[in-house]
């Protein structure tokens, strides 16, 4: 059976441009999800690369006046100086779990005077929840850090407290360390942030570590293959049905296509002439004897049948 000769009715041809239809929005939705997954995939990669490599230099990745380049996103860097705690910013809306919380972000001084700022980790909300109960003080005096470093988030626009800001965005968090700052000035913030991984001297209380990001790729790998699999479904279904159409056509042409026996007017079952009937014209009439009737008495029957 060529289901493709159903091509020559209008209706099934219509069926088929829908199947079509739906088959290639599907496509473009499943070509969208296979993108997305590519992107998620290469926002990974710095992450899988670069998260366990040993400790670099600072200015060998981040030299001042750069930004962390997308490929040395988590490169570990190890740097020393002082923290600047008068410049303590947090970050607010900072969920872990159920619990709400904050960021703390404290500036690093170096050597040439720049500042690489430290996420030092995270702290709940207090019994007000518009700021932690305490924050603990980073080490005083020359200390040793190993950090993980991370690109500036966009900037959240909003009313916050006095040193606090909404995202880890670049211009807020200059804004924030310049007013906590003394009067001398604000150091030059480097081109990027970091995540404490180390200290040296550690202290005994500090905020809650950031834990290791996990490596997940989504779901889009599974909606690429359902989008696929809904277009490949269109069009079997069209198939399926022009199948099964043409079934039932060759059924009913079975059913109906032999020849008819016994709908004249009193025929008798079998196709033999009812007695009294007149048989059918054109045909010999020995060829029309009954079983268990003799000639003589065939012929007179006909002979009567047709008066004479």
Request: contains cysteine; hydrophobic residues 45%.
């Amino acid at each position: 059976m060529n289901v493709l000769r159903l091509l020559r009715e209008p209706r099934w041809l219509r069926g088929l441009a829908v199947a079509v239809l739906i088959a290639l929005v599907c496509c473009v939705l499943g070509r969208w999800q296979w993108h997305r997954r590519a992107e998620r995939l290469a926002a990974n990669a710095p992450l899988v690369q670069n998260y366990d490599d040993a400790p670099v230099d600072v200015g060998s990745v981040l030299p001042a006046g750069r930004q962390v380049p997308a490929e040395r996103v988590w490169t570990p860097v190890r740097v020393t100086g002082r923290y600047a705690p008068e410049a303590t910013v947090l970050v607010r809306n900072r969920p872990r779990g159920d619990e709400f919380g904050y960021e703390v972000l404290v500036p690093f001084v170096l050597a040439d005077g720049t500042a690489l700022v430290v996420d030092r980790g995270w702290l709940p909300a207090g019994d007000d929840s518009s700021a932690p109960d305490a924050v603990p003080a980073p080490p005083a005096g020359q200390v040793s850090v190993t950090a993980r470093l991370r690109q500036w988030e966009d900037d959240k626009r909003g009313r916050v407290p006095t040193g606090q800001v909404a995202s880890i965005a670049a211009d807020a968090v200059a804004r924030a360390v310049a007013e906590g700052s003394p009067a001398t000035g604000a150091p030059v913030l480097l081109g990027g942030y970091a995540v404490l991984a180390a200290e040296d001297p550690s202290p005994v209380d500090v905020p809650a570590p950031a834990a290791r990001p996990a490596v997940d790729e989504g779901p889009h790998l599974a909606y690429t293959v359902q989008w696929f699999g809904f277009a490949l479904t269109a069009l079997v279904v069209w198939g399926v049905a022009g199948r099964r159409e043409l079934a039932a056509r060759a059924e009913a042409a079975v059913g109906t296509g032999g020849t008819t026996v016994g709908t004249g007017p009193g025929d008798a079952v079998g196709g033999e002439p009812a007695p009294g009937a007149r048989a059918p014209r054109g045909l010999p009439a020995r060829r029309r004897r009954r079983e268990g009737v003799d000639e003589a008495a065939e012929d007179a029957e006909l002979d009567a049948a047709h008066g004479r």
